[in-house]
């Protein structure tokens, strides 16, 4: 609990008057508390607290169908639902829950039923007639959702933003719904929804009059879309992320339109050159954000001379994938030096010299991606700490020149980094010892540095408390005793991963149980772990939410029974060539009711028998499952036609039982 929960807590043991206060200023109280479970534990002690959490909430996120009926009716006044973690969603128990709340969800504005796929018009039509101040819904990754879904949404006429991510059945007819219905929609995300076409686009460009985001990423439209867009004349945002039919005779089009244009994204985008974006950027005052990664061959004159006019708007450019020369860095340092963040990965050309000319102008950087730019040294990382002190993100996977001496720079120089990447850099613990006086630091990747060992870890642990994100993968020289000085040095981090890291076993495993907050736990081919280690983590990880697992051959079903009774948050989980069996994986999978996506490949002590009950146990429930290709002939057909009607979808997979250590 943190000291602010602590303080509130001991006012009500006390009875310190708590109750006499407004429901408006305790909820302003719990406004202030950052974590969920502080919030909890004043909801326990203090009535009034919960009856100041019941009048004040805003926002719920629920995991499991069967109490949302209650959830929707104890809170009134929510403004934000997120239903995307909600396991076995269906139309029927949605219907209920919205028929349950009465009135209850007449201030709701934003719903979010992205992965929902057991959700379908039915279930949208009666939470729409529901809502009638809805303004934002969100059914990416929706994979079954089609126009008859999407017409239902349309039926929200105050609707101002839609996600359709990846929803594959959606076509010009159900755009042609929304376009119609929603004539203030502000934001659409239409990204690999490829059924529609130049078409659809055409009509949402006349009907919809107030777009100001719009991204049709991976769709196959062609100049005629960027025509039509170019009417939208309060568009701000536009992403067309590998958009293969797009060219540079598109971007003219494109250039006629909005004044206003923010932000454009024509990442991937093959037959679009520099010439194209020189058209699209002239005359556009307020451009901030150019993506133009792994598109451009080369850069020309015109377009650099165009850049130059952007030189007081400009802040973000992503040129990745470029081929780039020192002259062109210095160029664009000249051209934009308010840059705050440049992309340049996977970039060739690039050298120091080519790195130090563009910071020298760009003082204001705060992120710098140089990923996989294996020429720079050392020289580079010295002339962006003495130039850019604000930085806050560092990239530099594969940039294996640099070490200890230009890492001691940048954490002297930039007391604000808060990320940095240095896969497969071969950095020491020298390197960890410098970057442990960055103590605003927040995500470290340190994955293939197998020189690192618990000493270096114990540096970081020591001064690093903010560190929610650890990548260690492949740094086969840490041991239990680093895993120790991390959980007691680094109590908030969330994202670990340990893939490989062949030396740990359970007692290090012991000491991750002290993580409260970790989510996310990858502990691949770890071949000391067995089911105590798991049962240490499964206890103490109460917020778990993904379990790596492959290849923990000694992992049985002891460790299963702990996930079973303890990680109920679990919704992502991998156990292939575990050492499983079909009763231990029928508990977990009839017990986990968060569980949505399960891969278990190669369970080779696992029947038939085992796997229809298992499956049987969780149908309804799981929206991916990953097995052997092999099972599919053998698998009742029953059940896996149930599974697929239930929105599961199934990978299966051909690979030969190898063991690795």
């Not at 959702?145 to 006429?157: F, I, L, P, S, T």
Request: aromatic share 2%.
């Amino acid at each position: 609990m943190s000291r602010e929960a602590q303080k509130l807590d001991s006012a009500a043991d006390g009875a310190v008057g708590i109750g006499v206060l407004s429901l408006d200023l305790l909820g302003q109280v719990l406004d202030r508390l950052r974590e969920p479970r502080d919030r909890k534990a004043c909801r326990l002690v203090s009535r009034a607290f919960e009856r100041a959490e019941v009048a004040h909430r805003r926002a719920l996120r629920v995991l499991r169908r069967e109490p949302l009926p209650r959830l929707l009716r104890a809170f009134p006044a929510l403004e934000r639902l997120d239903l995307s973690a909600c396991a076995s969603l269906d139309d029927a128990s949605l219907s209920a829950a919205v028929a349950g709340a009465g009135g209850g969800l007449a201030g709701l504005r934003s719903v979010c039923l992205a992965r929902a796929n057991g959700v379908g018009w039915r279930g949208l039509e009666a939470l729409v007639a529901a809502c009638p101040k809805l303004e934002a819904v969100d059914l990416s990754h929706c994979v079954s959702a089609g126009d008859r879904e999407v017409a239902a949404v349309a039926a929200a006429a105050g609707l101002r933003e839609l996600r359709l991510d990846k929803c594959l059945a959606v076509t010009d007819m159900g755009l042609a719904k929304v376009a119609v219905g929603c004539p203030r929609l502000e934001k659409l995300s239409l990204k690999w929804c490829r059924e529609i076409s130049d078409i659809g686009i055409d009509l949402l460009a006349k009907k919809c009059p107030e777009l100001r985001s719009l991204n049709i990423s991976y769709l196959e439209v062609g100049n005629e879309s960027l025509r039509s867009i170019s009417s939208l004349e309060r568009l701000e945002e536009l992403a067309m992320v590998c958009c293969s039919c797009i060219d540079d005779e598109g971007l003219e089009l494109l250039s006629k339109g909005s004044d206003l244009l923010q932000s454009v994204d024509v990442s991937r985008c093959d037959h679009v050159t520099s010439e194209g974006l020189a058209a699209l950027i002239d005359g556009r005052n307020f451009l901030q954000k150019l993506y133009a990664a792994d598109c451009l061959h080369e850069i020309g004159q015109r377009f650099l001379s165009k850049l130059a006019t952007l030189k007081e708007t400009l802040t973000m450019l992503k040129l990745d994938g470029l081929e780039v020369s020192d002259s062109l860095l210095q160029a664009i340092g000249e051209s934009c030096n308010k840059l705050v963040e440049v992309g340049l990965s996977k970039c060739s050309g690039v050298t120091d010299e080519g790195i130090s000319s563009l910071v020298a102008q760009c003082s204001d950087l705060r992120s710098i991606d140089l990923t996989c730019c294996n020429l720079i040294t050392n020289n580079a990382l010295d002339s962006i700490a003495d130039n850019c002190k604000m930085l806050e993100c560092l990239r530099l996977e594969s940039c294996s020149l640099i070490n200890e001496k230009g890492l001691k720079r940048i954490a002297t120089c930039c007391p604000n980094l808060k990320e940095i990447d240095l896969t497969d850099c071969g950095v020491d613990d020298a390197a960890l010892e410098h970057l442990a006086k960055c103590s605003e630091l927040r995500i470290l990747k340190l994955g293939l540095c197998s020189s690192i060992s618990d000493k270096g870890i114990a540096f970081i642990s020591s001064n690093c408390g903010k560190l929610v994100e650890l990548d260690l993968y492949r740094c086969n020289s840490i041991t239990d005793d680093g895993l120790a000085a991390l959980a007691n040095g680094c109590k908030r981090i969330k994202l670990l991963n340990l893939c490989y890291c062949n030396k740990i076993t359970d007692t290090g495993l012991g000491h991750l149980g002290s993580l409260e907050e970790l989510t996310n736990l990858e502990l691949r081919c770890l071949v000391r772990i067995t089911g105590i280690g798991i049962s240490s983590v499964a206890i103490g990880c109460k917020s778990l939410i993904e379990l790596d697992l492959k290849r923990c051959y000694s992992v049985d079903d002891a460790g299963l029974w702990a996930l079973a009774r303890y990680a109920l948050n679990l919704r992502q989980l991998t156990i292939s060539y575990c050492q499983v069996t079909g009763l231990g994986l029928c508990h977990l999978l009839s017990s986990l009711r968060c569980l949505q996506d399960i891969k278990m490949v190669h369970l080779s002590w696992v029947s038939i028998e085992g796997f229809e009950m298992a499956l049987r146990a969780a149908c309804g429930r799981l929206k991916k499952l990953k097995m052997l290709c092999g099972l599919k002939t053998v698998l009742s057909p029953e059940l896996l036609q149930m599974l697929q009607a239930c929105g599961c979808r199934i990978r299966w997979v051909n690979k030969p039982l190898v063991y690795k250590d």
